[in-house]
């Protein structure tokens, strides 16, 4: 017979049994979640840190893009100071014969080329990595040893040796990651700001904007209201770009058979527009500071940036000619429709499938793509298609102010990577003697 104690006993140990399992299980699920969360955050901050870094590395090149794309600029400038005989005319004049042939000599003689490095070098990280070294001190041979490393501030060669003697210097120019700048003629696109210059610049610019606008494949544009419940006509866009920034309160008019007043002043307030905003505003009756700002002008939707963003400008010189070294085939026409004589006007310049020929010889004209002809050669292959040219031109065609064949205003678009994070880099620069004047700049 068992004794009542024993019983007690083997009765308090069947109502433990277990427990301490359950607690070691709790303790053992709660330390692996909280182990868990610990390692998810600290891969988190890791990455979140190295992104960081990664996007202060791409920001900085995509500045170097700009800078050195900024420094080759500078060199174009000084190229553009010196004159560059044409060797395409004069091997045409030596094989020219007789009174012809001594013509041709002469004006090859006055004949220039124009170089564009902007068109030829590619700026990216490897053209950086070519003018500066970026190897480690010690991984390339030299004839003399390097000097000694200095000792690091607060005796830590002599606490950390092993970390001392592991220590390399990193020579100028080593960097992780890459970028790429591309540079464009801002001088290529419609000037908007002619739109308030003289009778001369105002009536072609405000033409092929028309032409542009009225383009088949952007009629889809002007037959929808806008957000605010308005619709305007491509005429009505015009207009509205021309009164925003002129001095003026009252609303223009167009007249396109008028070469001399393009834009006669109307009697309604240009500000009639804007009165429906919510808040208000009023016409900055002043220059465009940047294409960002034709947002604001009347029948510019998101829809029409879009679609002409890249054709549209706002920072050359609103009295520079157009420039005849450009491809688009607008602004060829209109440095055409430039030179030619506006007392002689010829139907031919009407006639579609002609400007088409004409643009193509200017084009073959030049020996390569980044080769710019003179003002000269320009004007004899327009009167050698039988366009009658201005006079003022014929007198003095080098310094001629109808057209010209340098640019000035660039466009940098500069892209710099570094691991999974890309930073982009725009900058206007409108040369000088220095480095360019800044004109717009913005990134992304």
């Given amino acids: ?44 901050d890791l990455q979140l840190a190295a ?11 995509a500045r170097s893009g700009v800078g050195l794309s900024r420094l080759l600029l500078r060199f174009q400038k000084q190229m553009d100071a010196f004159p560059i005989p044409n060797p395409q005319a004069m091997l045409a004049g030596l094989m020219g014969g007789g009174a012809a042939g001594g013509a041709a000599g002469g004006q090859a003689a006055a004949s220039t080329i124009n170089i564009q490095l902007w068109r030829m070098a ?74 308030n210059a003289g009778p001369g610049d105002a009536y072609p610019t405000m033409m092929r904007m028309l032409d542009l606008f009225r383009d088949k494949r952007f009629e889809f544009l002007f037959e929808r209201n806008d957000s605010n419940g308005v619709r305007a006509t491509p005429g009505d866009v015009v207009i509205a770009m021309k009164d925003w920034a002129d001095e003026d309160d009252t609303q223009s008019t167009m007249n396109p058979l008028q070469v001399n007043a393009p834009f006669p ?85 009407q006639n579609p499938v002609f400007i088409q020929e004409l643009i193509t010889r200017i ?19 327009v009167e050698l298609a039988g366009i009658p040219v201005n006079k003022s031109i014929t007198s003095a065609r080098s310094g001629s102010r109808l057209v010209g064949d340098k640019t000035s205003t660039f466009t940098i678009k500069s892209v710099g990577e570094a691991g999974s994070v890309q930073k982009t880099v725009t900058a206007v620069v409108r040369l000088d003697d220095g480095l360019g004047q800044l004109l717009y700049w913005r990134e992304e």
């Fill in 122 to 195: 590619r700026v990216d990280c490897h053209m950086l990595q070519g003018l500066v070294s970026s190897d480690p001190e010690g991984s390339a041979p030299k004839a003399a040893p390097a000097p000694a490393t200095p000792a690091l501030p607060g005796g830590f060669d002599s606490e950390y040796p092993e970390l001392a003697a592991k220590q390399t210097r990193r020579s100028f120019g080593g960097f992780e990651g890459c970028f790429l700048a591309t540079i464009s003629d801002e001088e290529e696109k419609l000037n908007v700001q002619r739109l």
């Fill in 51 to 61: 992104n960081q870094r990664d996007e202060m590395r791409a920001y900085f090149l």
């Fill in 1 to 44: 017979m068992r004794a009542p104690g024993t019983t007690r006993r083997r009765r308090g140990r069947r109502g433990e049994r277990g427990v301490a399992m359950i607690i070691a299980v709790v303790a053992i699920a709660l330390l692996t979640v909280v182990a868990t969360d610990f390692a998810y955050n600290s891969r988190v």
């Fill in 363 to 381: 084009r073959s004209a030049r020996m390569f793509s980044f080769f710019g002809m003179a003002v000269n050669d320009f004007v004899s292959i």
């Fill in 265 to 349: 002043s109307g009697f309604a307030d240009e500000g009639a527009f804007y009165d429906r905003f919510t808040p208000r505003y009023e016409p900055k009756n002043a220059r465009f500071d940047s294409v960002d700002e034709l947002y604001r002008v009347h029948g510019v939707t998101d829809r029409f940036m879009a679609a002409f963003r890249d054709r549209l400008t706002v920072y050359p010189d609103a009295n520079k000619p157009p420039n005849i070294n450009t491809d688009d085939p607008m602004m060829l026409y209109m440095a055409i429709l430039s030179v030619a004589d506006p007392a002689r006007p010829s139907p031919q310049l």
